[in-house]
């Protein structure tokens, strides 16, 4: 999708549908997280899916994409296989890595989701060098990263880098207001982490990443300054995760009247009331797309849970095989 | 600029440690390339920066912190520090600062406040913003200043140092010497480079909200006027502070293994660079800072030209005596090899 | 090959890869103007700005890019101008470079090579003197290699960056500038392959890097006075030929295992504790260490000097072990 002048009340219902999967599979996580089929260290990122479809959707089959410690939804909206996502979060062979990445750091390379990682930032100088590898062959690199890597040295490095090389990389800041359990304002002095690129000449934007059709808009512009060869943007997109920073977290460190205030802004409601007002979905419409994402969800979740795990064997036998 | 409110004998005292700085470092460079033994790897040198370290540390008090990088010696010089001990030091002698455990590259004399030398690129910002952090929390009226070179923002740690520092306020001031700027760019101007994409790198500093000032880096009035400032305001809370101190290079400056062109440096040159190598005429025209100092306190009558030679002749007699100090001490014997590895 | 010196070999063995596979390139601070060492130069006049690409001074990003790079079909060397500095981009190197083919259940690969520069010579202090394989053989997931010789920088470099995995190219800086010995053989070259560089019968000698300079000479030294010592340049510290090791042991009855490195966790502890597991029985007397000691390397040249183990340190210690006996004890 070139532009959102084109978006056609058939695509946003279809926007609407991958937002709604990525949900029903966060929270279908969250329910084997307790029950104890899910281990580990996940990080859901529900009430950020917006930014997810949208980039997503900004980019070609060709283009390359990295995540974060929390990219389940930025993984299934560039169109991972949601079975093998959930057996990889199981811990079983047939997830994507076998079982031996799990939630943070997913790889998805049949669909160019090259990565998420555990390091806060650490993905952003593999889409450095990812967009130089490519850097002639017209495709882009989007890296995501959160307002807490604007505070590490591989950040600024890489700014640095991204504009000198003029590397075709979009930079998805997801502004979610808190690094870990710290709210920006205790963190960092910027009010908006977009305000670093300036001094590199690196255009940014700042958009509501709760409203899907102004993150596609930027995001769209942003992938085409990449692929026309003019370097770097950034994309900070404002956000809020409506669960913990991990699953567990109690999230004390919240006012309940902020994250009320946030609810308000859910993308899904958004785009659903949209379209209802454009008459597009009705009730029964909707419930629908629900029920569709939860069956899949189903599926996903018995072909983890019927995985095998992988042998010691086979594990030592993949350091370096 | 208060700087010119600068008294003559305190310009009479920046001089004195400037010229002190060249002519130990003439020393060093000498020592180097005379001797097959005593300084083996690459090493730098201060020469045609003296305005800036010691303009800068004329702001400091005897209590404030200071660090500084692989080009430390006329630092820790303009600090304070007595050339024996650093040239002993540099030629790894027991009478160094260090116990010449550190050389060249680390040296340390925590008496002057000179807490830290480290030769990792960046590697004393965060160190420096930590000295800082302590003097906050100890609610003195400390500084802590730290020097370092241009490159250093190309580096991570130092981004991290700057947003910490600020978010915190901490009393730091921090130096950036840009020792490759041609000499009409020391004032204004953008600063290009192959290797940082912005240029100018105040601008970074800026971004984070830290209150930002160039200076002429070759002119020891600007600097001490400036940093005189910024300590006292740093001081009553106002930090940190963010400088990029301009310098033109000296052209025996070829990276880490410098040549004295057309040996030490001497005073005909100053008063009529005409009679130097050719290589050094421009810059002792425009750029060498003790040369621009020496001719302007003539000019205006506040020195005549033989007080001036009187101070040169006094700092290189200094700067002899350190050499034969360090050479005549004792190397560590290598029983003393285990010694400072646990406090 | 000629008798080429550690340094043109190293960068013939770049060059010669560089021709044959477009996808490698070389990234690093100065590279492009040949590095501190002149180990790249002239790589630029031949493969462009593209393939030789100066850095800033922003070491974890750039091994970050080289992680990237290589995962999407590149070949990426990245120079790291001393080992020191590589403490600055640990975290990519351990946390990405090293396991991105492992967490990924084998989806992506990390063909990279990572060249450091090491070792204490010329009195450059604690922060551009140290020896650090090994950290590198403690990461699961990185390779690490030591050439000891020209011949070997040449064909390693070249096993290394067709490797598949990220390895780490250790070369001594004490050697860049030297030729190999006459009539030093270099055997075939390849990953995880030892070489007896001398056959000897009274004690094994293993040693890799620069020092193995210094134990051919202490076992020549050694040999003027009737003591057959068996020398085996390692190379390859990961993988890790045990074997040769194992076997000459079995004939000399004897081990000795020498580094710059720190002698405390340092690759001989490593070697030490798998041969009294695999060949506990035919050793005579204890595995002996020999290594620098336990301080960070001083910048005094009298005392660096004493740091770094010598011939003459070498041939004293082993000479010492032949006169160890089990009853008596040393």
New interface residues.
């Given amino acids: 999708m070139s532009s959102t002048m084109d978006i056609t009340t058939e695509d946003k219902l279809d926007l609407l549908r991958r937002m709604v999967l990525i949900r029903a599979f966060e929270e279908r996580v969250i329910d084997l997280y307790h029950r104890g089929d899910i281990a580990g260290l996940v990080h859901v990122g529900i009430g950020q899916e917006a930014v997810a479809v949208a980039v997503a959707t900004s980019l070609l089959e060709g283009d390359?994409l990295?995540g974060t410690h929390r990219s389940h939804g930025h993984f299934i909206a560039r169109g991972a296989d949601i079975n093998k996502m959930m057996a990889e979060l199981a811990g079983r062979a047939n997830?994507?890595?076998?079982?031996?990445?799990g939630s943070m750091?997913l790889?998805?390379?049949?669909v160019k989701a090259?990565?998420a990682?555990?390091?806060v930032g650490?993905?952003?100088?593999?889409?450095?060098?990812?967009?130089?590898?490519?850097r002639d062959a017209g495709l882009v690199v989007a890296v995501y990263f959160g307002d807490g890597a604007a505070n590490t040295?591989?950040f600024h490095?890489?700014l640095?880098?991204a504009a000198?090389w003029k590397l075709p990389v979009v930079l998805v800041c997801e502004n979610n207001g808190y690094a870990e359990f710290t709210p920006m304002s205790e963190h960092t002095v910027v009010e908006r982490v977009s305000e670093h690129c300036k001094p590199y000449g690196i255009p940014a934007r700042t958009v509501d990443g709760n409203d899907l059709l102004e993150v596609l808009e930027a995001m769209s512009r942003a992938v085409e300054h990449a692929r026309n060869g003019e370097g770097p943007t950034m994309v900070e997109c404002l956000t809020y995760r409506l669960r913990g920073h991990y699953i567990g977290d109690p999230a004390q460190y919240r006012q309940a009247n902020e994250v009320a205030e946030w609810r308000e802004k859910d993308p899904i409601e958004r785009l659903t009331k949209q379209l209802k007002s454009e008459r597009a979905l009705d009730e029964d419409a909707a419930s629908t797309v629900k029920r569709e994402a939860d069956e899949r969800v189903e599926d996903a979740v018995r072909f983890a849970l019927g995985g095998e795990y992988l042998s010691m064997d086979a594990m030592t036998a993949?350091?370096?095989? | 600029m208060a700087g010119s409110e600068l008294s003559v004998d305190t310009l009479k005292s920046a001089l004195h440690r400037m010229m002190l700085i060249r002519r130990a470092e003439e020393q060093v460079i000498d020592l180097a390339t005379s001797f097959d033994?005593?300084?083996?790897?690459?090493y730098h040198v201060y020469i045609g920066q003296e305005a800036s370290g010691v303009g800068a540390c004329m702001a400091l008090g005897p209590d404030d912190y200071m660090f500084t990088t692989h080009r430390n010696h006329g630092h820790v010089i303009a600090r304070g520090g007595e050339p024996s001990p650093v040239i002993a030091e540099i030629i790894?002698?027991t009478t160094g600062y260090?116990k010449?455990?550190?050389?060249?590259?680390?040296v340390i004399a925590k008496h002057l406040g000179v807490l830290q030398t480290?030769?990792?690129?960046?590697g004393c910002v965060p160190m420096a913003a930590g000295a800082a952090f302590s003097i906050k929390k100890r609610g003195t009226d400390q500084v802590s200043l730290v020097f370092f070179g241009d490159?250093?923002l190309?580096?991570?740690?130092f981004h991290e140092a700057l947003n910490m520092s600020s978010l915190w306020k901490l009393p730091l001031i921090m130096m950036c010497e840009n020792n490759s700027v041609l000499p009409e760019g020391r004032r204004q101007g953008e600063y290009p480079s192959?290797?940082?994409a912005a240029t100018q790198l105040a601008d970074v500093a800026k971004a984070m909200n830290v209150e930002t000032h160039v200076v002429d880096g070759g002119d020891v009035r600007e600097v001490a006027g400036l940093l005189t400032e910024l300590a006292h305001r740093t001081r009553a809370g106002e930090g940190p502070f963010f400088i990029e101190s301009r310098m033109t290079r000296w052209p025996g400056n070829r990276g880490s293994f410098p040549e004295l062109i057309g040996g030490p440096h001497q005073m005909d040159w100053t008063w009529d660079p005409g009679t130097a190598d050719a290589r050094l005429q421009d810059w002792l025209t425009n750029s060498d800072p003790v040369s621009l100092l020496c001719r302007s306190l003539v000019e205006e009558g506040a020195m005549t030209r033989e007080e001036v030679e009187e101070i040169d002749a006094a700092t290189r007699k200094e700067a002899e005596e350190a050499r034969e100090f360090a050479l005549s001490s004792p190397?560590?014997s290598?029983e003393?090899?285990?010694d400072y590895?646990f406090a | 090959m000629a008798n080429l010196r550690f340094v043109d070999a190293l960068r013939e063995g770049i060059a010669e890869e560089m021709r044959a596979d477009p996808r490698v390139m070389i990234l690093g601070e100065d590279v492009a103007v040949g590095g501190a060492f002149g180990v790249t130069r002239g790589l630029v006049d031949e493969f462009g700005h593209g393939r030789v690409?100066?850095?800033?001074?922003?070491?974890?990003?750039?091994?970050?890019?080289?992680?990237?790079?290589?995962?999407?079909?590149?070949r990426?060397i990245v120079e790291i101008m001393f080992v020191?500095?590589i403490?600055?981009a640990m975290?990519?190197l351990v946390?990405?470079a090293a396991k991105?083919?492992?967490?990924?259940?084998?989806?992506?690969a990390v063909p990279m090579v990572i060249r450091v520069q090491q070792g204490a010579?010329?009195?450059?202090?604690?922060?551009?003197s140290q020896s650090l394989e090994a950290w590198f053989a403690h990461v699961?997931?990185l390779?690490a290699v030591a050439p000891g010789s020209a011949a070997d920088a040449n064909r390693l470099i070249r096993a290394s960056i067709r490797d598949d995995?990220p390895v780490v190219f250790i070369e001594h800086r004490g050697l860049y500038f030297r030729h190999d010995p006459d009539g030093l053989e270099p055997g075939e070259s390849v990953l995880g392959k030892a070489h007896i560089v001398r056959e000897g019968s009274d004690i094994t000698l293993v040693s890799y890097s620069r020092m193995l300079t210094e134990c051919l000479e202490a076992a020549e030294d050694l040999a003027g006075k009737g003591i057959s010592v068996e020398v085996i340049d390692l190379r390859s510290l990961v993988p890790l030929d045990i074997d040769t090791v194992i076997e000459s042991v079995r004939k000399t009855n004897r081990l000795a295992v020498a580094h710059e490195a720190v002698v405390q966790g340092g690759l001989g502890a490593e070697i030490a504790a798998r041969v009294q597991e695999m060949a506990m029985d035919y050793l005579d007397a204890p595995v002996l260490r020999i290594g620098a000691?336990?301080?960070?390397p001083?910048?005094?040249?009298?005392?660096e000097r004493?740091?770094v183990p010598d011939r003459a340190g070498i041939a004293a210690r082993l000479h010492r072990m032949l006169s160890y006996s089990k009853e008596e004890g040393s």
Avoid at chain 1, 95 to 101: F, T
Avoid at chain 1, 107 to 110: D, G, K, N, T
Avoid at chain 1, 318 to 321: D, H, I, K, L, S
Avoid at chain 3, 102 to 108: D, E, K, P, V, W
């Fill in positions: 390359y990295y997830g994507y890595c076998e079982g031996l990445g750091h790889v998805a390379a049949e090259m990565g990682t555990g390091i650490g993905t952003i100088p593999l889409a450095l060098g990812t967009a130089l590898a490519h040295g591989g490095e890489s640095n880098i000198l993949r350091v370096f095989g | 033994d005593l300084i083996r790897g690459h790894g002698r260090n010449g455990r550190g050389g060249t590259f680390h480290s030769a990792i690129v960046g490159g250093v190309e580096e991570g740690a192959s290797s940082f190397t560590p290598p003393s090899a285990m590895i | 690409i100066n850095t800033p001074i922003s070491e974890d990003t750039i091994m970050g890019i080289a992680v990237g790079a290589a995962v999407a079909g590149k990426p020191d500095f403490t600055l975290n990519q946390n990405h991105v083919h492992f967490m990924s259940g084998g989806q992506l010579q010329g009195g450059w202090g604690s922060q551009h699961p997931g390779k995995s000691p336990y301080t960070p001083p910048a005094s040249p009298k005392l004493a740091f």
